[in-house]
């Protein structure tokens, strides 16, 4: 690409463009600029498997519809009633509220901003009506905003599955312990402040406990039905995304009544899909710009500049951190994750990082750059939301940034916390987020590292050169002598695996006139 037009698309992203007409434009002059191709080479990725084709792509606009029709009822109203029944009798007990509820919402809103809207406007006006500090309220209703990402079911965890090609229901459970801990460290914290400076309690009652339960029983069960839908097998990741969408508008609509089928409704679908479409915009343009990065082999490129000065998985994923945090500051979490994950991926499989725990790592940095001054878009969305000032909100955040800070620290360098719960599903497990009955949580190399990859077989290999078939074939002790493929005349017998007496002759593979025969009905016997 010529430098007048990086000047130019540089120019035109700080004056404000969208994007998406960034992405697009990058992606054609780059693809454009490759002798014997057309600017329509950035479609290629767009329209296959990798984005128009997956199954999953219709979870978007199901989880994302949801969240919108939660945030438009009284679900907000129930839901805190119900968290303050519960919790309001411990220290900090209205924050400790404030965090629950916030990342219920989250993880169907996908830290767009709603979260500080619904959430954030109700109990906002509570925390500084019960005496607690405007900057400490500022900054956890901000945080709030971002919280659930780690729970399912997350759409940008749904989306990085997509991207990383990891089966999404083990990415839902590697988030649920790290989710947990980034919840309690703010917990702990807002105890502590409650203690300090004596806020008001509710004394526990039972009755009202159960009383507050039971008239949000229906959002309650919501999440206990979606996860044991899907963990039981019943559901699969795109049925559930229907199941969910279905069961909160029958519920809002037909049994609270909170939203009017005729009045209200098409508001909501109107302003969800409107999210929806930037969010799929976004996504097209960025996986063509994605496309010509990793057909420029890009990510090795940067794997051999990294490898003079960072030589170890500690030193990579310290490096990691701070370079994802100053990517969720500049960027929204869905083009992050297009643009970044395919880069990155082979890099960390490099320094031995498991996928799933790259995943949460990933999402983690990101839900702090949310909130990172200068830019972290959830400041400005509070900024306007309690006409605050900007400055302010940067002040706020600081002590939250700090402990999910914290957090993501323990998170990043014990990797059990996040692959502790996916190892407990079997690794042979059929991947329930298609249809089809392969396996879509492999990597595609080819995607990573261009058309002339090959696989190295001394991982395959032991020290004497042999693979052991037991299993995977179906015998009980054969193994497949590999020194046979560097002799003149060896061969490979196939008796033990096919039954019968036909031989593999692999001197053509080395320059020999030898054939390979077969039976020939075996040779249409299916696999």
């Not at 100053?326 to 869905?334: A, E, N, P, Q």
Request: glycine share 10%; with cysteine; charged share 20%.
């Amino acid at each position: 690409m010529d430098t007048i037009w990086i000047v130019l698309l540089t120019v035109l992203a700080v004056l404000g463009a969208p994007l998406f007409a960034i992405f697009g434009a990058a992606s054609m002059l780059l693809f454009g600029a490759l002798p014997d191709t057309s600017i329509t080479g950035t479609a290629n990725d767009v329209f296959s498997e990798k984005f128009a084709d997956s199954p999953l792509l219709v979870t978007i606009p199901l989880f994302t519809f949801a969240g919108y029709l939660l945030a438009e009822s009284g679900t907000p109203q129930r839901l805190v009633k119900v968290s303050r029944a519960w919790l309001g009798w411990m220290p900090g007990g209205l924050a400790i509220v404030c965090l629950v509820a916030s990342a219920f919402f989250t993880t169907f809103t996908g830290g767009s901003g709603i979260t500080i809207v619904a959430i954030g406007g109700l109990l906002y006006p509570a925390l500084v009506a019960d005496k607690y500090e405007e900057n400490f309220s500022l900054g956890l209703v901000t945080t709030g905003g971002s919280l659930g990402l780690l729970f399912p079911p997350s759409v940008p965890m749904i989306i990085y599955g997509v991207v990383a090609g990891i089966m999404i229901e083990k990415l839902f459970l590697a988030g649920l312990i790290p989710g947990i801990i980034t919840v309690a460290a703010l917990a702990i914290y807002s105890s502590a402040t409650g203690i300090k400076h004596k806020m008001p309690r509710t004394s526990f009652d039972v009755r009202e406990a159960f009383t507050t339960l039971w008239e949000a029983k229906w959002e309650a069960l919501l999440p206990i039905a979606l996860l044991g839908g899907m963990y039981s097998g019943l559901l699969r990741i795109h049925e559930a995304a229907a199941f969910t969408a279905i069961y909160t508008l029958v519920i809002e609509v037909w049994i609270y009544r909170d939203v009017s089928f005729r009045g209200d409704l098409s508001r909501i679908i109107r302003e969800s899909m409107t999210l929806v479409g930037a969010i799929l915009a976004i996504l097209a343009t960025a996986i063509g710009f994605t496309a010509f990065l990793i057909q420029a082999r890009v990510p090795m490129m940067i794997l051999d500049a990294m490898e003079g000065f960072i030589t170890s998985q500690v030193m990579f994923l310290i490096a990691l951190n701070f370079f994802l945090i100053g990517v969720g500051m500049l960027m929204d979490i869905f083009s992050a994750i297009v643009v970044v994950v395919p880069l990155i991926i082979p890099i960390a499989l490099r320094f031995g990082v498991d996928p799933y725990h790259l995943g949460i790592v990933f999402l983690l940095n990101l839900e702090i750059g949310y909130m990172t001054p200068p830019v972290g878009l959830n400041l400005f969305i509070s900024s306007f939301r309690f006409n605050k000032p900007i400055t302010q909100l940067y002040r706020s955040v600081l002590p939250f940034i700090g402990l999910l800070g914290l957090a993501l620290i323990i998170v990043t360098y014990i990797p059990s916390l996040s692959t502790w719960l996916p190892s407990l599903v079997e690794s042979s497990a059929v991947d329930l987020s298609s249809g089809d009955d392969d396996m879509d949580g492999e990597y595609d190399l080819d995607s990573l590292e261009g058309d002339d990859d090959t696989f190295d077989l001394d991982s395959l290999e032991g020290d004497d050169g042999e693979v052991d078939l037991d299993g995977s074939l179906g015998g009980d002790d054969e193994e497949l002598d590999l020194d046979a493929l560097e002799g003149d005349d060896e061969e490979l017998d196939l008796d033990s695996l096919e039954g019968g007496d036909d031989e593999l002759e692999l001197d053509t593979l080395e320059g020999d006139e030898d054939e390979l025969e077969l039976d020939a009905d075996e040779a249409r016997a299916p696999p």
